[in-house]
């Protein structure tokens, strides 16, 4: 099968040009201007950008957590990325205490096979480290789960002690790994919401107010330095307050291989959100919380400069109905997490370069390309050339869509973006040269997604 997708402007991380790109099979075998070759089909993108497929690096699809499951399966998940211009998603297994890392990792292949409908790779969460599990991180990683996801938080369930923590880093400078850490002080916010709900503070706002910027700080602090000290890489996951953010600056400034991504919910709601009538901040109760308007700015400078180097979802849907309803009368039962799968690359473009933050040459590289260098997806994905994978995306820079869960895939009761416009919208997606969105219909297919087995980081 060949498709050829004209008279598009080819945008990737470094380059803005017009021309076309031949797919055979599933690869990207020529790129070139007007090429006259004949195809099953032809794709005409006049006036629309060519880009590579966006990549999600954090997703939890079909995860269990607070006595529930987030509400997307692989398949309603991957179906809702693919509708907003995701052809690859990086989601993550679960190992519980007494598991080995290849039970978990089986555990999560069951259930993404036979349901994606575009590529997914796996971190794996590490909640129990013996040496034996020190071995197991060598073998994933030559295996194809080259990243692993700790946690300073949620003591009892998730939370790791720092000799542990350092354990696992120096495992990674030996087998290449990476570490991703969910940077939030545990023990201090335990003690928060304890006292918290012994002053009868219940309601959703104080899940905010008891996990401070300061403990998403210093556990960044505490994180990178732990990593400077085993000599190798770190990756902050959803990194939500500008005092976290510092941190990395700093850290980078020094030289520090600390990377870090954001998520939209960060860029575009705050605080004041907790603040919406009734029980509605639940539907923003997530780890860590919204942070104080004046951050979103600081965030996205932080995206424009680098210190950032991608944009995430965090995708944890819950609905609002027998979900998040669970925490009525003790926000501290509300189950974390918040949906976004769909809805970041039109996000993405509208706040960043609809309203001049970064160029559409960073929106393709915080989208796409970075997360795929970092996490050992990049040349297969992450570009537009020849031999990698036709992950691509006619995006149409002028096209309006307003945000809803009337009209949304997610299979989530709310949108937390509801009624916000956007312009920019991807109008054909191609997942390994299928076209999996076309003509404003969903035609993919449940089991076509892949597993990716993941090289090393290459950045
Ligand atoms: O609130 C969140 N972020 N839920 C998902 C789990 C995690 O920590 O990423
Ligand atoms: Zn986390
Ligand atoms: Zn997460």
């Known amino acids: 099968m060949r498709t050829l997708i004209k008279n598009g402007t080819i945008v990737t991380a470094t380059d803005q040009y017009r021309g076309d790109v031949l797919v055979e099979g599933e690869k990207i075998s020529l790129i070139g201007t007007k090429l006259a070759i004949e ?7 006049a006036g629309k950008y060519v880009i590579p497929g966006g990549i999600d690096v954090h997703t939890h699809l079909d995860m269990p957590f607070g006595g529930t499951t987030s509400a997307d399966d692989f398949r309603s998940g991957t179906e809702a990325a693919a509708w907003g211009g995701t052809t690859c998603v990086v989601d993550f297994a679960i190992q519980y205490r007494g598991q080995t890392l290849h039970e978990a990792w089986e555990n999560w292949m069951k259930k993404a096979d036979g349901k994606a409908v575009i590529d997914y790779g796996f971190h794996m969460i590490i909640t129990d480290l013996t040496e034996k599990h020190e071995a197991e991180m060598d073998a994933l990683v030559r295996e194809g789960v080259t990243s692993f996801k700790l946690f300073m938080a949620y003591p009892g369930v998730f939370m790791l002690d720092d000799a542990t923590i350092f354990r696992a880093l120096l495992r ?5 790994g990476t570490i991703c850490m969910h940077a939030e002080n545990g023990g201090v916010i335990d003690v928060l919401v304890k006292r918290a709900l012994a002053e009868g503070k219940t309601a959703p706002k104080y899940h905010a107010l008891t996990r401070p910027a300061r403990a998403e700080a210093e556990a960044t602090h505490r994180a990178i ?47 004041d959100n907790y603040e919406e009538s009734g029980f509605e901040g639940a539907k ?43 925490g009525k009368g003790d926000f501290s039962k509300i189950p974390n997490g918040a949906p976004g799968i769909e809805t970041r690359m039109s996000l993405a473009y509208d706040g960043g370069v609809g ?24 040349p297969r994905k992450g570009a537009i050339a020849p031999g990698s994978d036709a992950d691509l995306v006619v995006f149409d820079p002028n096209k309006e869509q307003v945000l809803s869960a009337r009209t949304h895939h997610m299979k989530v009761d709310y949108n937390p973006y509801e009624g916000r416009k956007v312009k920019g919208v991807p109008e054909v997606v191609l997942s390994r040269g299928q076209a999996v969105i076309e003509n404003g219909k969903f035609l993919g297919r449940a089991g076509a997604g892949q597993f990716l087995k993941r090289a090393e980081r290459s950045i």
Not at 172 to 176: I, Q
Not at 284 to 311: C, F, H
Request: glycine residues 4%; negative net charge; contains cysteine.
């Open 39 to 45: 195809a099953d089909k032809v794709i005409d993108a």
């Open 172 to 176: 990674t400078g030996k087998n290449g």
């Open 225 to 271: 330095a732990l990593a400077e000290m085993a000599d190798v890489p770190i990756y902050i996951v959803h990194l939500s307050a500008a005092e976290a953010l510092e941190m990395v600056t700093e850290a980078r400034d020094r030289g520090v291989p600390a990377f870090a991504e954001t998520c939209p919910q960060y860029l575009f709601l705050s605080y």
């Open 284 to 326: 923003y109760v997530m780890s860590p919380p919204l942070r104080p308007k004046e951050t979103q700015a600081k965030l996205w400078r932080g995206l424009a400069y680098n210190d950032l180097q991608a944009i995430s979802t965090d995708h944890c849907p819950f609905c609002m109905k027998e979900q998040k309803e669970l």
């Open 355 to 378: 309203a001049g933050r970064i160029s559409l040459n960073r929106f393709v590289e915080l989208t796409s390309t970075s997360p795929a260098k970092i996490f050992g997806l990049f």
